[in-house]
Structures are given as structure tokens and as C-alpha cells.
């Protein structure tokens, strides 16, 4: 049966100690509330609302594709879904709301079904997800009757010291029948230790008038929200381990999985090899037989069958088939290795094609270049693309041979089959099948060494 959801992100988070909104931290690179946002999405959620105050100009722009209410003032959780009584309200509101909070990245898409699915067999009021711990500080705690039902949800503050003694937590993830949260809102009050309208006591309230309220018992791993920077760090390598065993299992080889990270939405074929310290970002994908690593940061690039990337940092990059990077390459945005081409040693490459078995073995920075088929770039050769207003391009044709250390001042183009001899400053055209040189002679001295060392005695 169809739910909405409702993510409620208006606190401030004091304990990170940051000038930004707790949820818009990154966890391997997402942002907290999209984590909750795409977990509620990948359950099947229909329309998804969040509620944001705090510093919301940083949170809005990660919620785009949600419905954005503003709590103004913080009075507490039931207060929040007060904030969107009236939305909920509509004809074609879903009978089923899935309550969450923006800090709990952990949660998954199949908790997300069993709890849904618990509320909803048997029409109960709301089921609760719940967890237990050992030590349960902080949260607020599940009352349950002698016969294991549930009464109702304490805070902390309210507790007496039986009550704190309970190790089953309120994990802040509910879902509704709609319209009974909503006939029962108005009854919230704010008498209570921390003056806040708490949404938890719904539960009391409904059980009072003999509804049926359920708990779906989780694991507190999945239920732990982030509210220092310790427990950002926590998560994190639950969730490096959760996609790292995803890979491992779908035929990705890591030398030691602890030391790579992997975001969400990366893609990875069978036999791909990750070295340690290696990072892949964003909409990465990499294809069969690659090696990545050591010591690599890749970005939003595609990097095709059986490449190496050593030591280097790819950004929006497009490797072809059976390329080599590095060590020490620096790809940025643009930048397309054909078939059996190479970025070698301290190489930086911009917005360049480098052609099919093209070669910038040392030293070298290619910008907004072009290079046909087999061409060579000796060692220390740049492209000077930049006059310091403008950028140009430089065009280089097949097989051309640049000889080390040769500027090539853009826009300018170098035939194919051509020669450059080395530290040539090339300004002008190279016609196809020609010898460019760009040099003073070199002049010798002879004896000069024998005189210079007597007069400096
Ligand atoms: C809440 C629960 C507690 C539970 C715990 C789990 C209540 C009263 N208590 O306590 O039972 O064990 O979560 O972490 O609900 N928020 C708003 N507007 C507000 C207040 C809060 O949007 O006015 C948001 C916060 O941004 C956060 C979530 O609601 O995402 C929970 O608020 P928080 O203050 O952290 O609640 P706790 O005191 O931790
Ligand atoms: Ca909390």
C-alpha cells in the first residue's frame, strides 16, 4: 500500500561544532539527509516532505526533488509534523506517513518495508521502530505492559529512574495511519521536562484510546543518528563496509577494503582491483580488469576495460580501453584517453583528447588540446593555452613526435608526421610531414673551461 514520507530536519545539531546544518555533512560524500531522503525513495515512498529551520538555506538546495515546509520556530518533533498537518490533510494523501529524522543515514529500504508493512497489516495505529541498547543514554525510552504491549514513549528528561532502566529506545522512525496522527495532534502538549510539543506522545495517546500501536525492533547500527562528529566517523565505516562487501561479493578484488571508499552511486564491474587509499566519487564506473590505486582519488569519470590508474587524481575523466595513469597524473574535467593512451609521471591534462595510443609520458601539461593517433609528447612539453585573458586551443595531428620541453603557444596547430625538435618554442603552424626547430646555435668555446678555472684562482 502506498506511503508518503516525512523527514524532519529543522534542528540545529550544536554537537557537530560546525557552522553548516548537520544533515548537509557528507557521508562518503552525501549528504546526510540524502541518505534518508533516497532510502525513503528506494522503499517505494511516494511524495516525500521534509521540514527544515535551521541554517535552511544550506539544507534547501539539497531537496529539490522533495516538498520543503519551514518550522520557524523549533517547539519540538510534534511540533515539526504540526508545520505539515495541512498538507497531509489533502484528498490524495497516501494512508500510510512514514515519519524519519535527516540524521539517521543508516536506515535501510527493506526496514523501511517491514515497517511500513507492520503498520499496515492489520490497520494498526502506528508502528514504532525501536532498538535495543545496553546503554540507551539520550533516548527515549519504550514503556510496554506486562504482556509485552506497548504504552508509551518517555524522553529522557521525563523518565523516572525505573523508566530509564528500559533498553528498548525510540528510534525516531514511525509509520502512521495519516489520519489518525492527524485527529490526534491537537493533543499534544508541551508540559512536560523540555517545554517541546513530542511527537512520541501520539503513542500514549492513542493507546489510551485503545488503538493498536506496534513495534518493529531494529538494529541499533541501522537506528544511530549522527550527532558529534564521532559518530559521523562511526557510520561512515558501517557504510563503507555495506557497499565495500556489496562490491566484494559482485567480484571486486581490495587489497584491504578498510583503506578504500566507495561512494553510493559508483558502478563496478567484475575483476576491477582497488589498491589501498583509493577513493571513488560520484558517478564513477569502472570496467573490468582496471586496476585503481594506490593512493587515487577518481571523481564523476568512466574508466573502460583493463586500465591502471596509479597514485592519481581523476576528475569528470574518460578513459578508454587499456589506459595508463600515472603515477602522479592529474586528469580534470574533459579530459578523454583514447584506446591504449597514457598520462605518465606528474602529467596534468585539461579538457584535451589525448588520441588512440597517444603518449604524455613525463612531466607535461596538455589544455584544451587535441592530439590525433600515436602521438609522442617528450618529456616536460606543455601547452601554453592560456594568454591571460582568454584560453586556445592547440591541435596536434597524428604521429607527430614534440620533443621534450617544447612550448607550444595556443592556438596553434601541428601537422601530422611531424618533428619538433626539443625546447622549441612553437608559435607558428607546423605543416603536415615537417621538421619544426625553434633554437639559437649552439655555440662552443673551446678550452673555455681550463681558462675560467686558472682566472678564478
Ligand atoms: C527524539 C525522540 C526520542 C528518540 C530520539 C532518537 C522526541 C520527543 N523524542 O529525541 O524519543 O529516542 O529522537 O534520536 O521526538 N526536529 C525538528 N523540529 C523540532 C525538533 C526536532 O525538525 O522542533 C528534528 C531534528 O532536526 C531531528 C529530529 O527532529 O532530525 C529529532 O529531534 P531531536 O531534537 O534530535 O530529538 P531527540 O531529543 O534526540
Ligand atoms: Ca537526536
Known amino acids: 500500500m502506498a506511503f508518503s514520507t516525512l523527514i524532519l530536519a529543522a534542528g540545529a545539531g550544536t554537537r557537530m561544532r560546525s557552522t553548516r546544518a548537520k544533515v548537509t555533512h557528507g557521508l562518503l560524500e552525501k549528504p546526510l539527509i540524502r541518505w534518508v531522503v533516497d532510502a525513503a525513495r528506494q522503499a517505494g515512498s511516494a511524495e516525500v516532505i521534509t521540514v527544515v529551520g535551521f541554517?535552511?538555506?544550506?539544507?534547501?538546495?539539497?531537496?529539490?526533488?522533495?516538498?520543503?515546509?519551514?518550522?520557524?520556530?523549533?517547539?519540538?518533533?510534534?511540533?515539526?509534523?504540526?508545520?505539515?498537518?495541512?498538507?497531509?490533510?489533502?484528498?490524495?494523501?497516501?494512508?500510510?506517513?512514514?515519519?524519519?529524522?535527516?540524521?539517521?543515514?543508516?536506515?535501510?529500504?527493506?526496514?523501511?518495508?517491514?515497517?511500513?508493512?507492520?503498520?499496515?497489516?492489520?490497520?494498526?495505529?502506528?508502528?514504532?521502530?525501536?532498538?535495543?541498547?545496553?546503554?540507551?543514554?539520550?533516548?527515549?525510552?519504550?514503556?510496554?505492559?506486562?504482556?509485552?504491549?506497548?504504552?508509551?514513549?518517555?524522553?529522557e528528561k521525563d523518565a523516572t529512574d525505573e523508566e530509564r532502566a528500559l533498553e528498548e529506545c525510540n528510534s525516531a522512525a514511525y509509520c502512521f495511519d495519516v489520519r489518525v496522527l492527524l485527529e490526534n495532534l491537537a493533543e499534544l502538549k508541551n508540559d512536560n521536562a523540555q517545554g517541546e510539543y513530542y511527537l512520541t506522545d501520539i503513542v500514549g495517546i492513542c493507546v489510551a484510546k485503545g488503538m493498536t500501536v506496534k513495534a518493529h525492533i531494529a538494529l541499533a547500527e541501522e537506528t544511530q543518528g549522527i550527532n558529534s562528529r564521532a559518530q559521523l566517523a562511526q557510520a561512515t565505516k558501517v557504510m563503507q563496509q555495506r557497499i565495500n562487501n556489496r562490491h566484494l561479493e559482485a567480484g571486486v578484488t581490495m587489497l584491504d577494503p578498510d583503506q578504500v571508499w566507495i561512494g553510493p552511486d559508483v558502478v563496478l564491474e567484475s575483476d576491477v582491483e582497488l589498491l589501498p587509499l583509493t577513493m571513488l566519487w560520484g558517478k564513477t564506473t569502472v570496467a573490468s580488469g582496471s586496476v585503481i590505486g594506490p593512493n587515487t582519488r577518481v571523481t564523476d569519470s568512466v574508466i573502460g576495460p583493463d586500465c591502471r590508474v596509479d597514485e592519481s587524481v581523476l576528475i569528470r575523466a574518460r578513459l578508454e580501453a587499456e589506459v595508463a595513469c600515472g603515477p602522479r597524473a592529474y586528469l580534470r574535467p574533459g579530459t578523454v584517453m583514447k584506446a591504449g593512451s597514457k598520462a605518465g609521471t606528474h602529467v596534468e591534462i585539461k579538457n584535451s583528447t589525448i588520441g588512440e595510443g597517444s603518449k604524455v609520458p613525463h612531466l607535461s601539461y596538455m589544455g584544451d588540446a587535441m592530439l590525433g593517433v600515436g602521438v609522442n609528447i617528450g618529456a616536460g612539453s606543455i601547452t601554453c593555452n592560456y594568454d591571460g585573458a582568454n584560453k586556445h586551443p592547440t591541435v596536434i595531428g597524428d604521429r607527430a613526435f614534440v620533443g621534450s620541453d617544447t612550448m607550444m603557444v595556443a592556438p596553434v596547430t601541428v601537422g601530422s608526421d611531424t618533428v619538433i625538435g626539443a625546447g622549441s618554442v612553437i608559435t607558428k603552424p607546423v605543416p603536415d610531414g615537417a621538421l619544426a626547430l625553434e633554437r639559437t646555435e649552439q655555440k662552443i668555446i673551446e678550452g673555455w673551461t681550463v681558462k675560467h678555472r686558472k682566472e678564478k684562482r
Not at 516538498?67 to 490533510?89: C, F, K, N, S, Y
Not at 523501511?112 to 499496515?120: D, P, Y
Not at 527515549?140 to 508509551?152: H, I, K
Open 55 to 155: 541554517a535552511r538555506e544550506q539544507v534547501e538546495p539539497l531537496l529539490e526533488d522533495t516538498t520543503v515546509v519551514i518550522q520557524e520556530e523549533r517547539l519540538g518533533t510534534g511540533h515539526a509534523v504540526m508545520m505539515v498537518a495541512d498538507l497531509l490533510a489533502r484528498e490524495d494523501t497516501p494512508p500510510s506517513l512514514l515519519v524519519l529524522c535527516g540524521d539517521t543515514p543508516l536506515i535501510t529500504p527493506d526496514t523501511i518495508t517491514a515497517l511500513v508493512a507492520s503498520q499496515q497489516q492489520g490497520g494498526a495505529a502506528i508502528c514504532m521502530l525501536t532498538h535495543l541498547l545496553a546503554d540507551p543514554t539520550g533516548y527515549g525510552r519504550v514503556v510496554r505492559d506486562a504482556e509485552g504491549n506497548v504504552l508509551r514513549i518517555v524522553e
